[in-house]
């Protein structure tokens, strides 16, 4: 067993099969930098484009779903309540049944100053600010203002001591300087490695999420392996300075979103003020309250927050879309972020197998006003002595012959309306309608229509009970699957009508094989 001390001088045991004593800044310094070489040789061999998998519904709900994460980590700076941390699954129910126990405990002088900050930067945002854009195009600094102020206040009206108040000095003191340049542990490397896979890939996908919500936004792209190779990168060298492995944070994100920030010149200044607080200005800050923190936070979830809506567009535009948001949403919400990801890819794709492996039937007719032929699932028709037209699509199987047979029979069944209409599209679905004139139905086959909606016969149809069934558009057809075409012709044959087969390709072959 290897272990490593802790603070307390204690030891804390990890997997290992030799004793030996790390401490935990040894073992997260060798996390890092098994991190960077995983994601960095993830790049340099192109796999980051498997990323495809994290579709928009996927990045809309697992970032929504993670906004409520953080909003969860802030309440209980809000309310000034000092709870212990809750990590696992069912983190945030845990942490608001322990809010709840402990909701005698609120420092009230906690909670009016995170109200009054709260207030204030959701006023400045939605009133002042839209009118600013108005008169000058640098947006309004209010977050760093409220910073200064509040600091100022807390260390002159000593809000720490007098009110209990929670201030960046209460969680410790800041040292000044970086530390000294140290290899990793080469000894903890291979006993490290295998957690460190999960870890670089979460880190990974929740960036890249971030980047293609953003992007989506404002209209540009992230590489894949670039992001792979320069969070790689950026691990491989922190590791050398004691730091942790990197990953986008969705809070940061959204308050340098909301404080107008749009190119990598943020960055660069972010990281030079960032460099002297470690190096000069750290101390200044230790007055600075918590909550106050913890309010910029929770004005900057706003807009995300509000993103919950977006379910409603996604469902609209495919239920199987919709399940997959709504499953991703829950799980990254009542169970955790890393886990809630994992269901939301592997539910998409079980999703995606559904829908290439489940056969649609479709029922072309001919229009007698329009003389055009109609899915007449979509459009309302005047229907004649006319030939129907089954399209069947998909895969044809012995899992799915049953239920091709059973939507076939109930469509020849269907009542058949005589009364006419106008043919009126119901949506846009765009499908492909082909035009023929009345009575120019031929056997050349260079006028027959080839398109993916309906296959026109090549024989001249005498009677309404005839059925031409297209097997042009079935991606996979097994000897069981063949079994359609007597039971169909027996089918159309006891009702007076003929069948009509159109089949081309592998399909073809099979059906020939197939007797």
Known sequence: ????????????????????????????????????????????????????????????????????HVLTSQVKHVLGLTLPTVSGA???????????????????????????CLVLLVLADQAVAPRMKTICRFPLPTQLVLVAITTTMSGYLQLSKEYH????????????????????????????????????????????????????????????????IAQGASNLLGSFFSCLPISSSLSRS?????????????????????????????????????????????????????KVADVNKFWSRSTMDGLVWVVTFLSTVFLNVGLGLSIGVVFNLWMVLIRVNIPTVVVMERDEESKLWLDRAMYKVSRGEEAVVVTVRGPVNFLTLGLVKMIIEYEIKKNKDTTASQSVPRDNSGRTIVKIDAGDVKDDHDDISTSEDEMIP???????????????????????????????????????GRLGLVVEGQVEDMVERSG
Request: with cysteine; proline share 5%.
């Open 1 to 68: 067993v290897m272990s490593f001390s802790n603070q307390d001088g204690g030891d804390q045991t990890y997997e290992g099969e030799e004793k030996a004593s790390f401490t935990p800044l040894e073992v997260a310094t060798a996390v890092t930098f098994c991190v960077g070489i995983i994601q960095t040789v993830l790049g340099l061999i192109r796999l980051g484009s498997l990323t495809v998998v994290i579709t928009d519904v996927l990045v809309s709900s697992f970032t929504v779903g993670a906004s409520f």
């Open 458 to 496: 090549d024989n001249k149809l005498n009677s309404s009970q005839d059925v031409i069934l297209d097997l042009s558009c079935v991606t996979h057809i097994d000897t069981r699957g063949c079994s359609l075409l007597p039971w169909l012709e027996d089918k159309v044959k006891a009702g007076g």
């Open 90 to 116: 069912g983190r945030i129910v845990l942490t608001y049944i322990s809010i709840g126990e402990h909701l005698t405990e609120v420092n009230l002088a906690t909670l009016s100053i995170s109200l009054v």
């Open 165 to 228: 108040v929670r201030t960046i000095q209460d969680i410790g003191d800041v040292p000044t300087g970086l530390p000294h340049p140290t290899l990793p542990r080469t000894e903890l490397l291979p006993q490290v490695f295998a957690d460190s896979v999960p870890v670089a890939i979460v880190s990974f996908v929740i960036g890249q999420g971030l980047g293609r919500l953003f992007g989506a936004k404002y209209g540009y792209s992230v590489p894949p392996n670039q992001e792979l």
């Open 254 to 306: 959204l308050v340098q979103e909301a404080s107008g920030c749009k190119s990598q010149l943020t960055s660069l200044v972010s990281a030079m003020l960032l460099l002297s607080v470690l190096l000069y200005l750290g101390p200044l800050f230790q007055p600075l309250p918590v909550c106050v923190l913890a309010a910029i936070i929770l004005a900057s979830l706003i807009g995300m927050i509000k």
